[in-house]
C-alpha cells in the first residue's frame, strides 16, 4: 500500500503564507503526477495545483496562479518530496488540502488511479 504523509497545515492570517509537504517514506516520486486537492466545507474537492516529475510540467487552477507554486526536491537524483507553497493566502484558500500521486502518469495531474494523503487543515483568518 502506498502511503504518502503530508505536512505543513495550520491557522494563517490572511495575507500570509504556508507551506505543504507531500512524501512517500521509503521511495521516490520519480515519474509521477503528484497534485494538491482542496475540499472546503460543504464544496466539491477541487484541483489547486499539480506536477509530473519526469518534465516539471505544472498545473494551477486560475484562483491560486501567481500564488501558490508546487515544486519538487532532488535527492540524489530522485524526487522524494513534493511542495506547496501558498503566499497571499486569503480565507477562501481554507479547506482541507490534500496531495494525491499516479505513477507512472496518465496525464498531468494524478488520475483514477492516484493514491491519497490523509489531508492537511489550512485554515485562514481574515
Known amino acids: 500500500e502506498v502511503q504518502l504523509v503530508e505536512s505543513g497545515g495550520g491557522l494563517v492570517q490572511s495575507g500570509g503564507s504556508l507551506t505543504l509537504s507531500c512524501a512517500r517514506p521509503g521511495f521516490s516520486f520519480d515519474d509521477y503526477a503528484i497534485g494538491w486537492f482542496r475540499q472546503a466545507p460543504g464544496k466539491e474537492r477541487e484541483g489547486v495545483a499539480c506536477i509530473r516529475t519526469s518534465d516539471g510540467n505544472t498545473y494551477y487552477r486560475d484562483s491560486v496562479m501567481g500564488r501558490f507554486t508546487i515544486s519538487s526536491d532532488n535527492v540524489q537524483n530522485a524526487v522524494t518530496t513534493v511542495y506547496l507553497q501558498m503566499n497571499s493566502l486569503k480565507p477562501e484558500d481554507t479547506a482541507v488540502y490534500y496531495c494525491?500521486?499516479?505513477?507512472?502518469?496518465?496525464?498531468?495531474?494524478?488520475?483514477?488511479?492516484?493514491?491519497w494523503g490523509q489531508g492537511s487543515q489550512v485554515t485562514v483568518s481574515s
Open positions: 494525491a500521486a499516479e505513477g507512472p502518469p496518465t496525464g498531468l495531474c494524478p488520475g483514477a488511479a492516484a493514491y
